[in-house]
């Protein structure tokens, strides 16, 4: 399944112009973040296959490493080793 396959209409966006600021428009943030076309389509999948919101799963996996960085610092291991080690006790954990 392609990420292009999944229907979004259900999460798209209540927007005005956001180029105006009359009382009849409502103000959006204008801040514009880069992601990487893959990356873009992984964050709609997961989002889709776990019922979430593109930016909560961004938010999520922030967290995730944040909690793995500082982890790894206390074991004095870096944020990708320390993941890794939690995948393979949760494979050895079967």
Do not use: C, P, W
Request: glycine share 2%; aromatic share 8%.
């Amino acid at each position: 399944m392609s990420f292009k396959d999944i229907d979004t209409e259900e999460f798209k966006a209540q927007r005005n112009n956001t180029l105006t600021n009359s009382e009849d428009n409502k103000v959006y943030a204008t801040h514009t973040t880069k992601v990487l076309e893959e990356d873009h389509a992984r964050l709609k999948t997961f989002a889709f296959q776990d019922k979430k919101k593109m930016f909560e799963v961004a938010h999520d996996a922030l967290i995730m490493y944040e909690m793995f960085q500082k982890e790894g610092a206390k074991l004095g291991l870096s944020t990708t080793k320390a993941a890794a080690l939690a995948i393979e006790l949760l494979k050895n954990n079967k």
